[in-house]
């Protein structure tokens, strides 16, 4: 009787402990005043990767190669308009949105990509950037001032995803505190995560979808098919949980898969399972509460940002649309998130902005 009583008394504990996620679902209110007018006659280009650092700056970056004549129209030779310039690709923002500095581009001692692709900053400050031009095949680590500290890979025609020595148009990266390893989600060419040492570039291993070998096996989606039994391309997002476990963005294929640090398959989760246009995962981050309850999902072919419980993929809340308006987006590519829990998202297509949303209280 006792055991049958303590039992009971541990369930209603643990009920009483689990969040009414229909009220507690995170919410959020778009900030149309961030980031701010930006200087020198800047204009930012397609915005392909936003991260956010200790001290809540966030971080962007942009493709100057994007803008048209129009866009630019101030820098051509003569001037066709008073606006604009094109800003450095590397932009750092405030918690307020008033740029700080920029930097990047071509250097001594490394090769900048062709098409600029996802930022992140480690847990000891170093950005790392990555790129999907068709000859981009490595990542790039700096200091927040720009200077050149590590290349992983090299330039040059497209390999393979066995190739250890070199990327496939890599997506993005994130940096595990405790190892010190980078995960690379590989990429645009490539259908793996490959881990690499962060400060010494040196190879740790690789795996695929269901942590079996890459290959280069080609995938068309099919919602009324089984699952396929490889990435498709791209891999879009590699993102870290306190626990250890490890989120893969596999974007054409509309889910999102679930390794241990070592590779080993754990669960996946279906998003928006009948979105044919250039996939439902684009990219997530996880909640700031000590449990990390739930996920969130960039959709830039629906153009929404999705609130899923963690443990079991269930799409609990939404906000977004197709549209160019305050909160609207047209193909929203990146999320980050900030200490107080606010959203960062940047756009690339004709899309070409960060905006911010605001943490909301939840509802009562």
Request: aromatic fraction near 10%.
């Amino acid at each position: 009787m006792k055991a049958l009583i303590k039992a009971a008394v541990a369930c209603a504990i643990s009920l009483a402990a689990f969040p009414a996620f229909a009220v507690d679902a995170p919410r959020f209110e778009v900030d149309p005043s961030w980031p701010k007018t930006l200087p020198n006659n800047w204009i930012m280009g397609q915005a392909a990767g936003v991260a956010v650092d200790a001290r809540d700056h966030v971080w962007v970056i942009q493709r100057p190669r994007s803008l048209t004549d129009d866009e630019k129209a101030a820098s051509l030779t003569p001037p066709r308009t008073k606006c604009c310039m094109p800003a450095p690709p590397v932009m750092e923002f405030d918690p307020d949105g008033k740029l700080i500095r920029a930097w990047g581009g071509p250097g001594a001692g490394y090769d900048w990509p062709e098409n600029e692709h996802g930022i992140n900053i480690d847990p000891k400050g170093f950005v790392w950037i990555g790129g999907n031009g068709n000859t981009d095949g490595h990542v790039l680590k700096f200091t927040q001032d720009g200077k050149f500290v590590l290349q992983i890979g090299k330039k040059g025609p497209q390999t393979n995803s066995l190739d250890t020595s070199r990327l496939g148009r890599p997506a993005d990266t994130e940096v595990d505190p405790a190892t010190n390893e980078v995960y690379i989600a590989d990429g645009y060419q490539n259908h793996r995560v490959i881990v690499f040492d962060a400060d010494t570039g040196a190879f740790k291993r690789m795996w695929g979808a269901y942590g079996k070998p890459p290959t280069d096996e080609k995938t068309t989606y099919n919602p009324d098919t089984p699952p396929s039994q490889q990435f498709g391309n791209p891999v879009h997002c590699v993102r870290l949980a306190r626990d250890g476990l490890v989120y893969v963005c596999d974007r054409q294929n509309d889910r999102i898969q679930v390794f241990r640090e070592d590779g080993t398959f754990v669960k996946e989760f279906i998003v928006a399972k009948n979105t044919l246009a250039n996939g439902s995962v684009w990219d997530l981050r996880l909640s700031i509460d000590p449990a990390q309850t739930f996920l969130f999902n960039a959709d830039g072919a629906n153009n929404e940002v999705r609130t899923l419980i963690r443990d079991n993929g269930e799409v609990i809340a939404a906000f977004g649309r197709n549209g160019r308006q305050a909160g609207e987006f047209h193909w929203v590519h990146n999320l980050a998130i900030d200490s107080k829990g606010n959203l960062y998202t940047t756009e690339v297509d004709t899309g070409k902005r960060a905006q911010k949303f605001r943490a909301l209280a939840p509802a009562k």
